[in-house]
Nanobody
């Protein structure tokens, strides 16, 4: 059974940082392309970042480039999202997903709320 368990969300101020974690079980983060989607109130879900194993690249949404960094710890089978210089428009529920290269990823975590106050 595949499980993706996110943690690390919270309420921060503009310019602050947060690190989200996604602990995976039932699949390997070294095999599946793991990434993050987010959904803001009243908006569609959107892809934020995808770690692509086939070419060892990390692909970011333009609006988070230079501020967000995704990484993985193979030993812990965990993926992280370091978010710096947070903005109010980053406010959303963040979901860990696999396979992030799919238009509709197969597996989703339960989501973690990130709220950035101005």
């Amino acid at each position: 059974q595949v499980q993706l368990a996110e943690s690390g969300g919270g309420l921060v101020h503009t310019g602050d940082s947060l690190t989200l974690s996604c602990a995976a079980s039932g699949l390997s983060v070294d095999v599946y392309n793991i990434g993050w989607f987010r959904q803001a109130p009243g908006k569609e879900r959107e892809a934020v970042v995808c770690i692509v194993n086939s070419d060892d690249t990390t692909r970011y949404k333009d609006s988070v480039k230079g501020r967000f960094t995704a990484s993985r710890d193979s030993a812990k089978n965990t993926v992280y999202l370091q978010m710096n210089s947070l903005k109010p428009e980053d406010t959303a529920v963040y979901y860990c997903v696999a396979d992030c290269q799919e238009i509709s990823p197969w597996y989703w975590g339960q989501g973690t709320q990130v709220t950035v106050s101005s």
